[in-house]
């Protein structure tokens, strides 16, 4: 039986980029797609493990939330010999529309919103590119492109989507 000679995961963590760029494209393929699913099945435990922590630790860590009367952020405690730190962060979303009037009423006594209050403007892509072309233009030097990461997938021509 012939096994073919491929280049493993690990094996492939140890190799020099250059020499990864200068293997065949069916060899990059092969190891995108296993890297791809080795990545899912990591997460998947990954969430499968912290599921089983969460079950193991919630109620004990809400009882020392509770205890220290804080909704969220951290506690520590033991388990034998093992520290547990149960972390909850605090997630804060604000009223725009209440905000605006809040930014309005500042402004109207006279105060500078600016001072108590971060600002940020912003224009979603798809409506900025639904704009017409005199509006586009009138914004334009106000908009800066940045690059995203190149991602490249690589798949047989019966594979490609």
């Given at each position: 039986m012939n096994i073919p000679n491929h280049i493993t995961l690990e094996a492939l963590k140890h190799m020099p980029v250059g020499e990864i760029a200068g293997l065949p494209a069916a060899e990059l393929a092969r190891l995108q797609q296993e890297t791809t699913?080795?990545?899912r099945s990591a997460k998947m435990a990954c969430e499968w493990l912290d599921g089983a922590l969460a079950l193991k630790y919630a109620d004990q860590a809400d009882d020392l939330r509770r205890t220290a009367q804080k909704d969220t952020g951290t506690v520590r405690f033991a388990d034998g010999?093992?520290?547990?730190?149960?972390?909850l962060p605090k997630r804060v979303a604000w009223d725009q529309t209440q905000l605006a009037r809040m930014i309005e009423r500042i402004r109207q006594a006279g105060d500078d919103p600016?001072?108590?209050?971060?600002i940020s403007y912003k224009v979603a892509e798809r409506k900025f590119a639904a704009w017409?072309?005199?509006?586009?233009?009138?914004?334009?030097?106000a908009?800066?492109?940045h690059p995203g990461?190149?991602?490249i997938t690589l798949?047989?021509?019966g594979d490609a989507q």
């Open positions: 699913k080795a990545l010999e093992i520290m547990v730190k149960a972390d600016a001072e108590i209050i971060d017409p072309s005199s509006m586009q233009e009138a914004f334009r030097d908009r800066t492109v990461k190149l991602k798949s047989d021509e």
